[in-house]
């Protein structure tokens, strides 16, 4: 065993227990935790054979696990396009309104993949309370119940979060949705001219 292997032994060892826990309580399937953890960790190896310097190695494990169950988010969001239904009919409008048919042709299916990346992109601008939260609820699947049971917050608290990130997705899908629907309008008139 080479001092490399070495080291990447000691830091898997070291870290394994709280870096999983970490996963777990972001990520509602077993499979998919320990899957992520894999991916972490063969990020380690990787940059330790290529000698990438990694100053704090257990933050470093820590910011590259919370990427990786970002990325795994949205790749189901992207393969999924499910977007949330309202906490409150009353309220908020549902985000998938707003998005055109797959089956709607080639216009349709390209003004759908840049609303799901918008969604991606505005996901990430969300203070991370309210994003651990919806992404919690809408990609995992979690309950407020669970929610709150691993978090020690009240069901109110979680429900105002999520509320809050709904709103600010829906405002911030709608402005892309307005642009096309002002693009598409454009290419009409242009057409029957």
Do not use: C
């Not at 055109?100 to 799901?116: E, F, N, T």
């Not at 203070?127 to 609820?137: C, G, K, T």
């Amino acid at each position: 065993m080479t001092d490399q292997d070495k080291r990447i032994a000691e830091v898997v060892a070291r870290e394994r227990k709280r870096l999983s826990g970490f996963i777990r309580r972001r990520v509602a399937d077993p499979a998919d935790a320990e899957d992520i953890l894999q991916e972490v960790f063969g990020e380690l190896v990787e940059s330790v054979r290529l000698l990438r310097p990694i100053e704090q190695i257990g933050a470093w494990l820590f910011q590259v696990a919370r990427n990786r169950i970002i990325d795994r988010f949205r790749r189901r969001s992207i393969e999924k396009a499910a977007l949330p239904d309202p906490v409150d009919g009353d309220e908020l409008d549902v985000l998938s309104e707003l998005l055109p048919s797959p089956q709607a042709g080639p216009d349709a299916q390209y003004a759908r993949r840049v609303l799901v990346e918008q969604l991606d992109a505005a996901l990430d601008e969300l203070p991370a309370e309210q994003r651990d939260v919806f992404v919690a609820h809408e990609l995992e699947g979690a309950s407020f119940r669970e929610l709150a049971a691993r978090t020690g917050l009240s069901i109110n608290t979680l429900l105002s979060r999520k509320r809050y990130a709904v709103l600010h997705l829906r405002e911030r899908l709608r402005q892309i949705y307005l642009e096309f629907e002002l693009s598409e309008g454009n290419k009409r008139e242009g057409n029957e001219r």
